[in-house]
C-alpha cells in the first residue's frame, strides 16, 4: 500500500496510467490555453540556503515508482517522466552535477528499503512525511502542496462564488478522509454527505444528488475535464491549503547522515522555484491547474 500525503495522494493514485492520459488529450483547446495560476511561493526570497560542495560525490540516484502519473509513470514508449523526473533532472542541472545523476524506478515498496541500503540516495515518489519516518530518514523543504478542492454541479441553483454559499447545502465527501476532517473544521455550516469512495461521491456529485464535493484538487481538476464529468461540473472556490490535515506536502526523502546531499537539493529547489523553473514543469503536468 502506497504511504502517500494523507488522504490526498491515496485518492490520486486511484488514476490508472491509461485514464489520466486519457484525460489530457481530450482536454479542451480553450482549456490548454487558458494559464492556470502560480504556484504558492513556498521559499522565502530572502532566504539564502547554503550550496554545499558536492565536487566529492561520486553520483546522485534518485528513486522513484512508475505508478503514480503525472508525477511519475511510463510514457507511451516506455519511457520514464512525469513531474518528479523533469525535476530530479533539473535539480541535477542547478547542482551543475547532470553527469552524475541517475534516475531510476522501483515498486512502490521497495523505495524505503533500497534508500536504507544506499541502493539509492534520494527518493522522489510522493512519500508522506511522517513522525516515524522522521526517526530514520531525512527530507527536503517541501517543493509542492496538493490541495483540497470544492467542485459544483453546473445544475445547482447556488448563489455566490465562494464556499460560504454551500452553507446549508449538502456537499459530499468520502467518509473517513483528512477531506471529511477538513471540510467539518473549516466549513462547519455546509451539510456533509458522506460516501464510502470516490466513485460513489463523484457519481452522486454527477447526477446532482449532491450540489458540490469536497476532495483532493488534483483528481478533481483532470476529473471535471474528462469525458467521464460530461461537462456536469466545475471546479469551486479555493484553493486550501493546510499543513493539519493534509501534510507537509511534496518533499524529497534521503538518509539522515546526507546532511549535505539534502542541503544541496534544498538550494537546488530554492533556486528552480525563483526563476520560474519550477513553475514551467507544473504548467506542464497540471495543464488545468491546482490552484
Known amino acids: 500500500m502506497r504511504v502517500c500525503l494523507s488522504s490526498m495522494i491515496s485518492m490520486a493514485r486511484l488514476f490508472t496510467h491509461a485514464a489520466l492520459i486519457a484525460m489530457s488529450c481530450s482536454m479542451p483547446l480553450a482549456a490548454q490555453e487558458a494559464k492556470p495560476p502560480s504556484l504558492p511561493i513556498l521559499f522565502d526570497a ?5 550550496k554545499p560542495d558536492l565536487s566529492s560525490l561520486v553520483r546522485l540516484r534518485f528513486l522513484t515508482s512508475i505508478d503514480f502519473p503525472p508525477f511519475n509513470f511510463l510514457d507511451q514508449n516506455g519511457k520514464l517522466t512525469g513531474f518528479h523526473v523533469e525535476l530530479a533532472r533539473k535539480i541535477c542541472d542547478e547542482l551543475a552535477i547532470a553527469d552524475k545523476c541517475q534516475i531510476q524506478a522501483l515498486p512502490f515498496g521497495e523505495l524505503q528499503g533500497a534508500l536504507a541500503a544506499s541502493q539509492g540516495d534520494a527518493v522522489i515518489a510522493g512519500v508522506s ?17 496538493l490541495p483540497a478542492r470544492f467542485v459544483r454541479n453546473l445544475k445547482a441553483s447556488i448563489n455566490g462564488t ?6 446549508g447545502r449538502p456537499v459530499g465527501v468520502v467518509k473517513g478522509t483528512a477531506h471529511e476532517a477538513m471540510m467539518a473544521a473549516f466549513f462547519p455550516a455546509i451539510k456533509p454527505v458522506p460516501f464510502d469512495d470516490k466513485d460513489a461521491l463523484l457519481a452522486a456529485l454527477k447526477e446532482g444528488k449532491v450540489d458540490a464535493a469536497f476532495a483532493d484538487g488534483l483528481q478533481l481538476s483532470f476529473w471535471v475535464s474528462s469525458p467521464a464529468a460530461e461537462k456536469c461540473c466545475a471546479i469551486f472556490d479555493g484553493p486550501y491549503l493546510s499543513q493539519q490535515f493534509l501534510g507537509e506536502g511534496l518533499t524529497i526523502m534521503l538518509r539522515q547522515q546526507d546532511a549535505d546531499l539534502t542541503a544541496a537539493i534544498n538550494h537546488a529547489l530554492a533556486m528552480l522555484s525563483r526563476d520560474g523553473r519550477l513553475q514551467e514543469i507544473y504548467l506542464r503536468y497540471f495543464p488545468y491547474g491546482l490552484y
Open 46 to 50: 530572502r532566504e539564502r540556503l547554503p
Open 162 to 167: 465562494t464556499a460560504a454559499a454551500l452553507a
Open 129 to 145: 512525511v511522517t513522525p516515524e519516518l522522521r526517526k530514520s530518514f531525512a527530507f527536503s523543504r517541501p517543493f509542492l502542496m
